[in-house]
């Protein structure tokens, strides 16, 4: 545990991940403090803050002290909030919860987020964890020759498997409450460094997830899949996960620069709600 400024970091039994006590989101955070929350996010890459009951227009005002929003495609967003989705799921709801595959938040965008933040409203009272991956630390454990094998690639990252017009969601035909726009925009396909850079702590990290990433550029469907298929189980290997438990009124930021997450179901007959927004990131290199 340590205290920094005023606020109280508690990395997290697993190392990776941390919760940050000693702070009120619903208010300004001074300069000394804001920076003291940024440097313990960039060091623990998800950062949970119990007991932070905030308003809509606090989260929205928090997101905008770490960043400027960033641009979220194909859902949309609550009313009078543009920048604020609502993540509910109804207890009669039989599709699968939204976000159950390894992803890094919209990584098909040319700057994907680097922070994605969510709040729990309601939490039910089993499962509806969320998994985060460190792909930093997933990096790091490659030999040195897949490291240097790896270096050169660029991921191909499309939304087409989720969002796109024959994806999952095109298909989906039981009740959602979550308004989702397929489109064939989510068709489209962009590439990044296979293994990106972050720009403040200088630490390489993996940049590839089984939901976004469809290929490795210049490779054929065979050899991507190969390479692909043994990053994704690599990355998510115990060793490299933090399992987050939710309780009400809790405010979770997380680093989609070098993680990956998964939102686990098991609580059908029962409601669950988080809101959630992004913050804008850089051009992943
Ligand atoms: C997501 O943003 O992928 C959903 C996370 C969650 O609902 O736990």
Known sequence: ?????????????????ALIE?????????????????????RHSVVAFPGQPLSLE?????????????????????????NVLELRREPDEKAT????GWHSDWSFQKTPPAATLLRSQVVPPVGGDTLFADC??????????MQAMLAPMRAVHSASRAYGTQGVFAKETAKRTMEIIVSPEADKTLTHPLVRTHPVTGRKALFVSPVY??????????E????????FAHIVQDAFVYRHKWRKDMLLMWDNRCTVHFAEGGY???????????????VPR
């Open 97 to 100: 919860n939204f976000g159950a």
């Open 136 to 145: 930093s630390r997933a990096y790091e454990a490659l030999s040195p020759v």
């Open 224 to 231: 991507s899949q190969a390479i692909l298929g043994f990053l």
């Open 213 to 222: 990433t469809v290929g490795i550029e210049g490779m054929t469907v065979p």
């Open 58 to 82: 606090a989260l929205e005002a928090f997101t905008q002290a770490i960043g400027p929003f960033g641009v979220d495609p194909f859902i949309a967003p609550m009313a009078d909030h543009p």
């Open 268 to 282: 059908d007959g029962h409601l669950r709600v988080m809101h959630r927004t992004t913050v804008a990131g850089e």
């Open 1 to 17: 545990m340590g205290q920094i400024a005023e606020i109280t970091v508690t990395p997290q039994d697993t190392g990776f991940g």
């Open 22 to 42: 000693g702070v009120d989101l619903s208010r300004p955070l001074p300069p000394a403090v804001l920076e003291a929350v940024k440097a313990a996010w960039a």
